[in-house]
């Protein structure tokens, strides 16, 4: 695969780019947010590495700016630590969130991961085109016609989260069911991680995501997509 590593630190693009490599990825680098903006934008990679703290353009921004234009997975990698950070990075569309210092291991198998849920979503449900409501899913377009009939364009992990909900329309689905349908392994922290891309997921295809009518939160038991 084709990964772009953004990083202003050189030896950490260094060290990431010689595990990628090893793994037996093709990788390229930009020194800042607006670098890799120019680059996507040229030549899509298969999967970007966003560092947050940069100058011109933070990896935030340009995570911003990217999802804008196309649906490539991102991982933000970050001193910080924080929740916020987190959240804020899954909120502008990251698929992953890495905090520094990592294991080399545990970049690889998130990098992995990521790659896998990207490639393989498509593959193993190509056939299957959901439709509740008026709501039409559409795997080969990767997007979601909505009963107004308009058309709202998804991440993977967002087209992956709403086709666990409509296919289980009418149902509670829990969001421990919801993390592995979805993402496929644990993640610490998990029910935020969730909770992040519902929000965004309303954001989209709610004509009010404060009084969501579809995507409908059960009270400590976890999410339903109405059928009606």
Same mark, same amino acid.
């Given at each position: 695969?084709?990964?772009?590593?953004?990083?202003?630190?050189?030896?950490?693009?260094?060290?990431?780019?010689?595990?990628?490599?090893?793994?037996?990825?093709?990788?390229?680098?930009?020194?800042?947010?607006?670098?890799?903006?120019?680059?996507?934008?040229?030549?899509?990679?298969?999967?970007?590495? #966003?560092?947050?703290?940069?100058?011109? #353009?933070?990896?935030?921004?340009?995570?911003?700016?990217?999802?804008?234009? #196309?649906?490539?997975?991102?991982?933000?990698?970050?001193?910080?630590?924080?929740? &916020?950070?987190?959240?804020?990075?899954?909120?502008?569309?990251?698929?992953?969130?890495?905090?520094?210092?990592?294991?080399?291991?545990?970049?690889?198998?998130?990098?992995?991961?990521?790659?896998?849920?990207?490639?393989?979503?498509?593959?193993?449900?190509?056939?299957?085109?959901? &439709?509740?409501?008026?709501?039409?899913?559409?795997?080969?377009?990767?997007?979601?016609?909505?009963?107004?009939?308009?058309?709202?364009?998804?991440?993977?992990?967002?087209?992956?989260?709403?086709?666990?909900? #409509?296919? @289980?329309?009418?149902?509670?689905? /829990?969001?421990?069911?919801?993390? @592995?349908? /979805?993402?496929?392994?644990?993640?610490?922290?998990?029910? @935020?991680?969730?909770?992040?891309?519902?929000?965004?997921?309303? @954001?989209?295809?709610?004509?009010?995501?404060?009084?969501?009518?579809?995507?409908?939160?059960?009270?400590?038991?976890?999410?339903?997509?109405?059928?009606?």
């Amino acid at each position: 695969m084709k990964i772009l590593v953004c990083d202003d630190d050189q030896p950490s693009v260094k060290m990431i780019s010689y595990l990628l490599r090893e793994e037996g990825h093709l990788v390229t680098a930009a020194r800042d947010g607006q670098e890799a903006l120019d680059m996507v934008e040229k030549d899509p990679p298969d999967l970007i590495i #966003m560092d947050v703290m940069m100058p011109r #353009m933070d990896g935030l921004e340009a995570t911003r700016r990217i999802r804008q234009i #196309m649906n490539v997975p991102i991982i933000i990698l970050s001193a910080k630590g924080e929740t &916020s950070d987190k959240v804020a990075g899954l909120q502008l569309g990251a698929d992953d969130y890495l905090a520094k210092p990592f294991e080399p291991a545990e970049l690889l198998a998130r990098v992995q991961a990521v790659l896998r849920r990207s490639e393989g979503f498509l593959s193993e449900d190509i056939e299957t085109r959901v &439709s509740v409501g008026g709501f039409h899913l559409d795997p080969v377009e990767h997007n979601v016609v909505l009963p107004d009939g308009s058309v709202v364009s998804l991440t993977t992990i967002e087209f992956k989260l709403l086709h666990c909900l #409509m296919r @289980n329309a009418g149902r509670v689905v /829990t969001p421990t069911y919801l993390l @592995n349908s /979805t993402w496929g392994y644990d993640y610490e922290g998990e029910s @935020n991680q969730i909770a992040v891309y519902i929000r965004r997921l309303r @954001n989209k295809i709610e004509k009010d995501p404060n009084n969501p009518r579809y995507i409908v939160t059960v009270r400590r038991l976890g999410y339903k997509f109405a059928k009606e």
